[in-house]
């Protein structure tokens, strides 16, 4: 499901000569009158969109993208298909941010946002209970039946559904909500995620464009971090309910009717299938890919892809079975 | 000892029959003219209040319980002593949910507290001091030489001692704090727990009408959540100390002159002893029992019942001697 | 590098037999005119400071300590140089509490700031963004291009550098800030640690007179705990990154170009090399040296020193070969 993503301003009519200007590419007058609409994954790019290998590990994916204009290294370039142009850089991920941030001017800037509307004034909001000292940014929608409690800041083009309970302390930012969402007090949703390139003495850092998506009935806890995402989005799925003092880092996919209790943690782009359960302060380490029907025990430290319908405990976290026998 | 609970209003005057009618429970005529005062746990039920019983690991309770009127399932309902009335429904813990919502109509509503008050208009807390833009709900008592820090919501009803100081950014509902007590920035106190009945698209919320109480010369650190309890009350005694980002779920006991470091967590309904030391970002499963003078190791996870003068460490943890032995 | 501290008020000439006789120490009348400064571990102190020997383990600096009145035990006693002024109490911990007291009356009250200033009228800011409703203290330098989001507190004599991002809803105390700092969303710097003495019925608090140093190009992740030191400094070295959800306690010092992931933890005065890297929901243990470029594992619990230039993991951690051994 692709949404359309309305928080970041892309740069219109960008030719791909000036995208390889900026990054200090030679070879860029063959490219004169391609124009380029974005950049994006290799499983998501289109045609016109720039795309990006690497590592080794995504090998597969280049017979799948549709993109024409790759970044990568000397290294990788013979693993490229031959009908793809391949642009040559030192680094991929950091070319990689640098394109982001050209044709998404904004996108590095992470200072509280400074736009926000007076809500007695927009009686667009009549059927939406407010409480005291909101701070609501521009062009905000909300369902009607909804609640915003006091100190809230939704910042501008946040969406929110029907029936929504939004509590105190809350900061929500570029995220779309489902009808009949709660998110309790001090919840901090849709900050940048924690990606950046480590560089001695001053780290740079990664735009970050992508959205939270949170879908119907869901519940999310007091203090909260769930952080969007880089290119692609955060999402929870529908019905998934998440206790307090969860941590959600960026690119993370948590499936519906899930069940997150208190102080988990997911490290980034992992994801997480249907009717999973997770026990108190698990973790789920990065870029993994938890199947459907599981259940993770209390305390837990998820190193591996977890097949569905599995039961893991322990840390590092194995059957369950495994784990009682060996800890009688 | 039993506080009373002046956060719920309960039903008055109400008859047996409109209750088993709520649950869809033919045999109701014959209790036409039963009063009924509240639904209660089996050992804390009067002879007028509901009860129920739907696992077979509390039948000893049964012996116990004075109330007459039992909720159960028809596989466990042999198990109920002869003079007992009998109240056969499918699923004990939904007719629970669903009795106790009929008693207090207003405790799944969940939403932020609309109702606060001008503090500058109301003398009576002229020896309290506020800082700015603090919301106070209606009949808060705060007793003399307390201070309630910036931005912080003290909604209806909560209680609050002498000397007491409430940092900012705090929230605190449904709680009773005694004297001498401190409750750091950002500590989110009383919203409900996170109980609730899995149900596949939606699950069903479960109305939590316990309070929190806490005693005298406690102090509670910043960003910490406790939630409050369910049909008992989440209570954390006198002297005890918490470090930041604890999480307390809804139920538990913690005893006196406790000291819980930083980001430790407590799943629902487990009881702690008095003197005991819990080091930093250990877990306590749910439903268990921590003796007295208890001293668990920091990281360990708690999955047994620990008995009194005990020292455990390690994940599961263990006698620390043990986990010495096993990791040298 | 020391620093001055400018958020404690020192008591100006003070006396020696004044400290004593607030001590109940008998032999007081010797030290008449005996000036002191200040009260200082054993390696900070200079001459005119009085300091203090609790440990046997740290006999080595009774070796440089320049101060010439050391707080002891008779116990102890016998450890220190000859030529030192020996101070005989009971508790040294509980009568260094009392002097810190002593030198700093108001080192023991924790209440929110209530001076706090309007911002409009203050033309020193006018390099600043300010969100709506933020609290500013007395005294503070914020430097041009910094922005203060909403509802955020910065309490009186803060420093922040240029170009820093203050996040909403964040709250700073005793602290120093360097310059391209971000601080984000929910994040308390600078509240007192979770230091005092165990006492039945009623702890004793433990004056925390340290400050937060944070130096530049720093991040602090969203509902980050900071807590300052008690009597030497928290610190955060150039170009750290914390992300989500991270406790620090009191006195710890992290050095340079570290990594800290989501919800890892701190526990008192330990100190983190420069490049380290540390996994998500990792905890440290407290008076710990961590070496430079060292790297732990997600979840691992750090109980012993660990040497520069490894990787560890595991609970307890452990080199990171052994751990994937034992773990196949």
Redesign the interface.
């Known amino acids: 499901m692709k949404y359309l993503n309305i928080f970041f301003k892309k740069r219109k009519k960008t030719y791909l000569h000036e995208v390889l200007t900026y990054l200090n590419i030679k070879n860029k007058k063959t490219y004169k009158n391609v124009l380029i609409n974005n950049i994006q994954n290799l499983d998501q790019a289109n045609k016109n969109d720039i795309t990006f290998f690497h590592s080794s590990k995504y090998k597969d994916l280049l017979k799948v993208t549709k993109s024409n204009f790759i970044i990568t290294t000397s290294q990788l370039s013979h693993l490229l298909p031959k009908l793809k142009s391949k642009l040559i850089v030192d680094n991929v991920l950091i070319s990689v941010a640098k394109i982001t941030e050209f044709f998404y001017p904004n996108s590095l800037n992470?200072?509280?946002e400074?736009k926000?509307i007076n809500i007695d004034k927009k009686n667009i909001y009549k059927n939406v209970?407010f409480?005291?000292?909101v701070?609501l940014g521009e062009n905000v929608k909300i369902g009607k039946n909804s609640?915003?409690?006091?100190?809230s800041?939704i910042e501008s083009n946040v969406r929110i559904g029907n029936d929504c309970?939004i509590?105190?302390?809350v900061?929500i930012k570029k995220t779309l909500i489902g009808n009949?969402v709660?998110i309790?007090?001090?919840a901090?949703i849709g900050?940048k995620g924690?990606g950046?390139f480590?560089n001695?003495?001053?780290?740079i850092r990664y735009p970050h464009i992508g959205m939270v998506v949170i879908g119907n009935?869901v519940?999310v806890?007091?203090?909260n971090?769930i952080?969007r995402g880089s290119l692609s989005n955060t999402i929870i799925g529908?019905?998934s309910?998440l206790?307090?003092?969860v941590?959600i880092?960026h690119n993370v996919k948590i499936g519906k009717?899930c069940?997150i209790?208190?102080?988990v943690?997911f490290?980034g782009s992992s994801t997480i299938g249907n009717n999973v359960m997770i026990?108190?302060?698990a973790?789920i380490?990065g870029h993994l890919k938890i199947g459907n029907n599981v259940k993770v025990g209390?305390?837990s430290?998820v190193?591996k892809n977890i097949p569905d319908n599995t039961k893991v405990m322990?840390?590092?976290a194995k059957n369950i079975k495994k784990f009682v026998m060996e800890?009688k």
Chains 1, 2, 3 share one sequence.
Not at 147 to 151: A, C, P, Q, R
């Open positions: 992470d200072q509280f400074n926000y209970k409480g005291s000292n701070v609640t915003v409690g006091h100190n800041i309970i509590g105190s302390n900061i009949n709660s309790l007090d001090g901090i900050k924690f950046f480590p001695k003495n001053k780290n009935n519940e806890g007091c203090n971090t952080d529908n019905n309910f206790d307090n003092q941590h880092a009717n069940i209790t208190g102080q943690g490290a026990g108190g302060q973790g380490s209390g305390g430290g190193i322990g840390y590092p800890n």
